[in-house]
Structures are given as C-alpha cells and as structure tokens.
C-alpha cells in the first residue's frame, strides 16, 4: 500500500489501479445478473435507451460528484459528508451506509448462486443441453433453504476476508486480471450464442424500440439501475474517492467507470436474450435467466466444461469486487466513527449481514408466501434501494456538491488538462439541477405507483 502522499490514509498505487477498483465495483451481478431480465422485463430497447441516456449524463456526474466529495472529505462516507457540508450532512453519510448495508444483505445471496454454480462446473453439472433441466437446477437451489442459506454464507465469508485484507492486496489486485478476462469470456460467448438457430430474435428483442414499451414505470426503473450499476448512493464511491491520490484525474475515471458499466451491461444483454431466443425462454424469466440461459451455450463450445469454470471464477470475482465495495462503506464506517478495528468490524457486519440477509435467501424458499407490496422480501429490498435509497443518497451528494459547495467541486474535477469551463458549466446543469428533478421523480414514481 502506496503511503506516501497522506501517511494517514491508504492510497490505490497506481491511478489505473482505482479506476479498475472503481470499474469493478460498478462492473458485478448488476450488468451480468440483473440487467438482462430488467432489460427483458422492461421491453428492451425502451429500458436500454433510457439507461445508457441516464449513465452518460446524471450518472457520470454523480460518479465524479461522489469520487470528488471522498477524495475532499476524507475518512468514511459519513465524515467526508461532514467535513465538506457541515454536521447535518454526516446523517446523510448514515443513511448511505445503511443503503450498502441492506444492498449487501441480498446482492450475498445472488452472490451466493455464483458461488454455487462454479462448484457445479467444477463437478461437471453445469453443461446441459435441456432448459427443462437447468430451470430445475436453479429452482432447486433457491427453493431449498439450506442450499441456499449455505452458498450465500460462503460468499460472505468471502466477501468479509476480502475486506478484511485491506483496500489495495484485497481489491485491487483481482479487479486487474479477471475483469478483463470476462469480458473476453463474455464475447466468445456471445459470438457462440448469435450462431444458433433463432437467436436473432433475442438480438432483435434488446434493441427495437417499441414505444407502447416505454412507460413510467420503465424508466423509473432505467433510472433505478442506472445508480445499481454506478454504485451510486451508497457511499462507495465516496469511500472509495478518500483513497484517491489529489494527481488522478476525477472526470476521467468516472468516464471510465461510466462506458465500463455501459459495456459490461450491453455484452451480458448480447450474452443473454440471444441464447434465451434460441433456447425458447422467456425473456422476463427473471432473475434465474443468465443461470439458465449461460449453460446451455457451454455446452456447445469446445471444452465447455473448463470454459464453464473460467466463466464462473470471472463472474464471482465480480461480483466478490462489487461486495466487498459495499461492504468497505460499512467497514470504514465502524472504523473512523465508531473506533473498531478493521477485523472487528468485518466480523461484526458479516455476522449482522448474516442475519438479514437470511430473510432474502429464505424468500426463495420457505417463505415465499410471504410478501410486501406484493413482492417477495427479495425483491422488495432490492426495489426499495434501488429506486428509493440509492437515488435519495445520490440526492444529497447532487445538492451538497451541485450547490452548496460548487466551488470545491470545481477545484476537485479540474486537472491542468481540463475540464474547461463549458464542461464544467454543462456539469454544473446535470448536477444541480438535472439529477435533483429526476430523482425526485423517480423516488415519487417508486413510493407512490
Ligand atoms: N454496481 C454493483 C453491480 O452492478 C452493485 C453495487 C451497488 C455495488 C451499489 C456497490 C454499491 O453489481
């Protein structure tokens, strides 16, 4: 760890280094897992437009927002919201770290699904050539609670050992090989996938736009996941941000982090539809879609089997860069505001995060009768810190930075190389007073509709 800048904080060691721990917390099940059935279930195109609009303007501007903000503030998300606006704002900084808390509790359980489906592909379980089949696969594994409670405490303990080895051996260092390799992973895949029979129609499905598919409801949800694949508004990329050395250039990074996420969301749809076309899925299966679909297409690659295992490392690790960002807000809350130990803290929000995050694991399973707002515990967390918490975090971030601070904020994203003023002018409208409209509608559509 590269300490030489602020003897007091750790640094990323190289400015690569923190666009690809940044890159890989936006990068995990939110492109790979989530966004393939959202996009499904929304109508394609109607849902894509929306998203891709949403990341390259309110979104990149609140990734530089929030980075700017970490990198000022220093600390926790909470003390740098502090420092930087006053008192009031460290609440805000809270609420954040209650957003990666709940977000943690059942990202852990798909997390888990990853887990369990690499120990398939290692004993050969994985490649099958019958949806019938590998839709029972996975139903089986959600369903029985026990298979499901134990892949999703493995994950944590992953995810919580991680974390626990400190912010440039544990992150940084499997971000830098295996992000790569799965999208390399994901294009053979899809080049594969586009080969069968019917698969077209999948290709077709994702990018026509239909316009009876646009409703509130899809972009209120375009916009829900546009913060779930930024990390936005859950203090991640503020905390991330305390660790970035003052010569990196914020705006670059959060460019990167932002056609990154764009990328892995559009190769996992490409990976995906077309397969589930082919294979004669339903595009709205849900969230067992990329489990179903993905097999199917190993099992018509040469040595699928082992590509299976390589495809099924790439996407825990994913995930796993993804969870433990989530759970380093937490840790590095406990740490500066509460004064316990790196150690003690991940023990004690792993232990919590168990507890909680069982409710999600058993809402697949013998508690799936039980709802909220007619959807299953599962469902109605993630519905909650998507297109509520998330959006209300990065709320106070585009108000703290868009307005009461603007000054500073300038100062933060500006680099000898740029931006100039028109960019930041254009910056200023997208953060002061873009993003607040928007999420403000979208918090009202989610609450109310
Ligand atoms: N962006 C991550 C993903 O797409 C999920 C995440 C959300 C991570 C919020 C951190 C904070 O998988």
Same mark, same amino acid.
């Given at each position: 760890?590269?300490?030489?800048?602020?003897?007091?904080?750790?640094?990323?060691?190289?400015?690569?280094?923190?666009?690809?721990?940044?890159?890989?917390?936006?990068?995990?099940?939110?492109?790979?897992?989530?966004?393939?059935?959202?996009?499904?279930?929304?109508?394609?195109?109607?849902?894509?437009?929306?998203?891709?609009?949403?990341?390259?303007?309110?979104?990149?501007?609140?990734?530089?927002?929030?980075?700017?903000?970490?990198?000022?503030?220093?600390?926790?998300?909470?003390?740098?919201?502090?420092?930087?606006?006053?008192?009031?704002?460290?609440?805000?900084?809270?609420?954040?770290?209650?957003?990666?808390?709940?977000?943690?509790?059942?990202?852990?359980?798909?997390?888990?699904?990853?887990?369990?489906?690499?120990?398939?592909?290692?004993?050969?379980?994985?490649?099958?050539?019958?949806?019938?089949?590998?839709?029972?696969?996975?139903?089986?594994?959600?369903?029985?609670?026990?298979?499901?409670?134990?892949?999703?405490?493995?994950?944590?303990?992953?995810?919580?050992?991680?974390?626990?080895?400190?912010?440039?051996?544990?992150?940084?260092?499997?971000?830098?090989?295996?992000?790569?390799?799965?999208?390399?992973?994901?294009?053979?895949?899809?080049?594969?996938?586009?080969?069968?029979?019917?698969?077209?129609?999948?290709?077709?499905?994702?990018?026509? $736009?239909?316009?009876? *598919?646009?409703? #509130?409801? =899809?972009?209120?949800?375009?916009? +829900? &996941? @546009?913060? !779930?694949?930024? %990390?936005?508004?859950?203090?991640?990329?503020?905390?991330?941000?305390?660790?970035?050395?003052?010569?990196?250039?914020?705006?670059?990074?959060?460019?990167?982090?932002?056609?990154?996420?764009?990328?892995?969301?559009?190769?996992?749809?490409?990976?995906?539809?077309?397969?589930?076309?082919?294979?004669?899925?339903?595009?709205?299966?849900?969230?067992?879609?990329?489990?179903?679909?993905?097999?199917?297409?190993?099992?018509?690659?040469?040595?699928?089997?082992?590509?299976?295992?390589?495809?099924?490392?790439?996407?825990?690790?994913?995930?796993?860069?993804?969870?433990?960002?989530?759970?380093?807000?937490?840790?590095?809350?406990?740490?500066?505001?509460?004064?316990?130990?790196?150690?003690?803290?991940?023990?004690?929000?792993?232990?919590?995060? $168990?507890?909680?995050? *069982?409710?999600? #694991?058993? =809402?697949?399973?013998?508690?799936? +009768? &039980? @709802?909220? !707002?007619?959807? %299953?515990?599962?469902?109605?967390?993630?519905?909650?810190?998507?297109?509520?918490?998330?959006?209300?975090?990065?709320?106070?971030?585009?108000?703290?930075?868009?307005?009461?601070?603007?000054?500073?904020?300038?100062?933060?994203?500006?680099?000898?190389?740029?931006?100039?003023?028109?960019?930041?002018?254009?910056?200023?409208?997208?953060?002061?007073?873009?993003?607040?409209?928007?999420?403000?509608?979208?918090?009202?559509?989610?609450?109310?509709?």
């Amino acid at each position: 760890m590269s300490t030489a800048n602020t003897p007091a904080a750790p640094q990323w060691s190289s400015r690569l280094g923190f666009i690809l721990a940044s890159a890989g917390s936006a990068i995990g099940l939110g492109a790979i897992w989530k966004f393939p059935f959202w996009a499904g279930a929304n109508g394609g195109a109607a849902f894509i437009i929306p998203f891709i609009v949403f990341t390259m303007t309110v979104g990149l501007v609140l990734v530089a927002a929030e980075i700017a903000l970490g990198r000022r503030g220093r600390g926790s998300t909470v003390s740098a919201m502090r420092r930087v606006g006053g008192r009031a704002w460290g609440l805000m900084g809270a609420f954040s770290v209650l957003t990666s808390f709940l977000i943690l509790s059942y990202y852990a359980v798909v997390g888990g699904w990853c887990a369990a489906y690499l120990a398939n592909a290692v004993t050969g379980d994985v490649v099958s050539n019958d949806p019938a089949a590998l839709r029972a696969q996975f139903a089986d594994l959600v369903s029985t609670d026990w298979k499901n409670l134990f892949w999703f405490a493995v994950f944590l303990l992953l995810t919580a050992a991680t974390a626990a080895l400190g912010v440039e051996r544990g992150i940084e260092r499997l971000a830098k090989y295996l992000m790569p390799t799965l999208f390399v992973l994901m294009v053979v895949l899809i080049v594969r996938g586009l080969m069968l029979p019917g698969a077209w129609a999948g290709v077709e499905y994702l990018f026509d $736009f239909r316009w009876e *598919s646009v409703t #509130a409801a =899809s972009i209120r949800d375009a916009m +829900g &996941f @546009t913060f !779930f694949s930024l %990390s936005l508004g859950a203090g991640v990329l503020v905390t991330y941000g305390t660790y970035v050395p003052k010569s990196t250039s914020i705006p670059k990074a959060s460019f990167w982090v932002a056609v990154l996420s764009i990328e892995a969301a559009l190769l996992s749809g490409l990976m995906t539809m077309p397969a589930a076309f082919a294979f004669g899925l339903s595009p709205d299966a849900g969230p067992g879609l990329v489990f179903i679909t993905v097999p199917m297409i190993f099992e018509r690659i040469p040595a699928g089997g082992l590509f299976a295992v390589l495809f099924y490392v790439c996407l825990l690790v994913a995930a796993l860069t993804s969870s433990v960002s989530l759970l380093e807000v937490v840790v590095a809350f406990l740490k500066n505001e509460w004064h316990f130990s790196r150690r003690a803290a991940t023990v004690t929000s792993g232990a919590l995060l $168990f507890v909680l995050g *069982s409710i999600s #694991a058993l =809402s697949f399973g013998s508690w799936s +009768g &039980f @709802t909220l !707002f007619g959807r %299953s515990i599962f469902d109605c967390l993630d519905f909650i810190c998507s297109n509520v918490m998330m959006p209300a975090g990065g709320l106070a971030v585009a108000l703290l930075m868009g307005w009461k601070v603007w000054e500073t904020t300038c100062t933060e994203l500006s680099t000898p190389s740029g931006p100039g003023p028109a960019a930041l002018e254009l910056a200023r409208v997208l953060l002061a007073y873009l993003s607040p409209i928007l999420i403000l509608a979208t918090v009202y559509q989610g609450v109310f509709f």
